[in-house]
């Protein structure tokens, strides 16, 4: 068997390559090196660029110098590592790495990464020399912590001063959260050397399959920033994300100092069923079934340690776990789990309702519905599961809910939600339209599709609110633009992100050749084997379309334009499609045959006079025009003072303004729309969400108004 799998792997090499490596990583001991498998994959993507994708790309000198200049961003953006010396060296490789990955050839791009590897260890092996050093907190110096417009390092000399400076930074951060006891620098010193130290431990685990993630996003993105390729990984994790379920033990892991800790437990999940794990609890082992041999896997990478936990829905695992709290020697207890099929809640639709107090005097009540990113369990849709989850099925039974209790109206708030699917996106649509186009596709060959929402009757008929920002992106901005084309509701926030692509996922192994296919599958019989249903060699996710209104205007790198606008925190410039340098350009069609169902367009200039007043007079406004400031303020600096009392004064100084501006806070809490809370993550302050809710109490006021008029 053997002999077979080494002539397997052999002709693979030689029909992936085609030629001899550029580069022999051979003549380093230690040196991370591509397999057979990762040739045949870069090979096949390129192939799928210069074919089918929507930007077919000739992967000339000019595509070359991008995936160069990618992959040295990637790895080192910061320019915290990588000596000038190491670049001057790369460069021989800039005009040349396009062609190698059309050979099959990744041991340029190797070479490069495992320069930066010896880089990285090189910097924290100094870094742990100085945590003992002596560091004078009293001098007036600074640390450049963003040094991305900086040079790279000329000399050793240069980058031990950095580091030098990064080790007392760190330090400084620790004394002043702490005290300056001789017993608490120990401290101090004790938890900064263990932190780097996991830094080392993990970058050593570093192994040729995430070296090849890291090569294969410069390549994509060299074409398209929302191509990707997906390791067998992260193809798994991206395909769980989009269906908002998976199936498992229901626990969020994470890793520690070399050991699996549970970062969180997730409701309606085994483990929270069965209450048989807390947050901390820490897994050192791991069997199958109820008499399978255990694993010690601690020292383990986190995604090897997740792909033994997970498993098959009826599948039992068991673990050795030391409870939170307990030394590490403790006797472990046994947890015995089946797995199961698992919701993530948290990141599906949600709903709550808020009272608010019109201009009118009046109180109405307006349902809110918080979308965080529009999911579908294709493979249970495509079983005919009739419970599978997604998007529009959960926000029907939100808006049944809601008219139960009588709201006056919705607000769909899509910020932050950065899309997903397609089909679902034209679904929700349905929800408020009775049937008509949505979305219109032109594929590669600029045939154009009208997708349409084909269902009769609506699930909302009242007053509608859509909230975006500048991170609603895809099915986000196609949603929020058919609400606005058809006049069918109130859009409101800033500008959205501007993706007006669409993407197809492809199990590579339906573009590997057969031959290829089953060489590769003698590699991978003496590997470990992937659960069922992950893509045996990754997935890529190309940009096969691309989307535009049902006016005919592509919402790439424009978005949507709100009907009632905000101030942004996030700027266009450096936020949002128009700042990928490889993105595709804005342009026009024709207009789908569609009958708009209202104009609204009298009624947004009386709420945007009445929303402009309020502005005119609000502290709340006030305090989000000063958070602008502040960002635009804080993204300009690049430096901060090591001098203790300064840095302390600073601090102290912010910690004062903040109180002062929270007592402000609680103290007009009350003068708020709704009376709210009023800080959220979102923007600073709730005041987005409260204003629009505002927005809708005054429209909902003058669509009865207008009603009782007729």
Known sequence: MLKKVFFALFVVAIAACGSKPRVNLEAETGALKPTAQHAVIAKDVVGLFESVSYK??????????????????????????LMQADIDEFEQYRNTLGQDFRDGDLSAAYQIFNVYMKRYLERLDYALTQVDASHDFSV?????????????????????????????????????SGNGSDSAVVKQKETLTNRYKNLVSMAKKTDNNEAFQIIMSALTNAIDPHTSYFNPFFAQRFN?????????????????????????????????????????????GVAQGEDGEFEDIIGWKLDHAVAKIKGPKGTVVRLKVVPAGQELTTEPKIVSLTRDRVVIEDESAKREIKEVVGDDGKTYRVG??????????????RRNDPNYKSTT????????????????????????????????????????????????????????????DREDGVAWDGPLGVIINRFSASASEIFAAAIQDYGRGIILGSQSYGKGTVQSAIDMSRVISPTDRLLLKAQADDGESLPTGVPQFGQINITLAKFYRITGSSTQHKGVEPDINFPSLYSAEKYGESSEPSALPWDQINAADFAPVGNLNTAITQLTAKHQSRMDGSPAYKFLLEDIDLMQKQETETSVTLQEDQLKKEREEGRLKNKSRTDALQQMKINLPGGGATTNLDEGLDFIQEESLAVMADYVALTKKNNSSL
């Open 240 to 284: 769980e994300e989009m269906a908002n379920t998976f199936e498992g033990i229901g626990a969020r892991l994470t890793s520690e100092n070399e050991v699996i800790k549970v970062a969180d437990v997730i409701v309606g999940g085994p483990v929270y069923k069965e209450k048989a794990l807390q947050i901390d609890d820490r897994i050192i």
């Open 368 to 381: 809110i519905i918080s979308l965080p990113k529009f999911y579908i369990d294709f493979d249970a849709y």
């Open 140 to 176: 007036d110096e600074r640390y450049v912590y963003n040094r991305e417009h900086e040079g790279w390092f000329a000399s050793e000399a240069e980058a031990n001063d950095q580091w030098r400076k990064r080790v007392k930074y760190d330090l400084l951060n620790l004394r002043l």
């Open 56 to 81: 077919k790309v000739p992967f000339n000198d000019s595509i070359s110098s991008i995936i160069f200049d990618n992959l040295i961003e990637a790895m080192d953006q910061g320019k915290n590592y």
């Open 393 to 452: 099925r959960d926000v029907r039974l939100l808006l049944d809910t809601l008219k139960q209790e009588k709201v006056d109206a919705v607000v769909m708030d899509l910020r932050f939600n950065g899309g997903g699917s397609l089909q679902e996106s034209i679904e929700l649509t349905g929800l408020f339209i009775d049937k008509g186009p949505v979305v219109q596709v032109r594929d590669t060959r600029n045939q154009v599709e009208v997708n349409s």
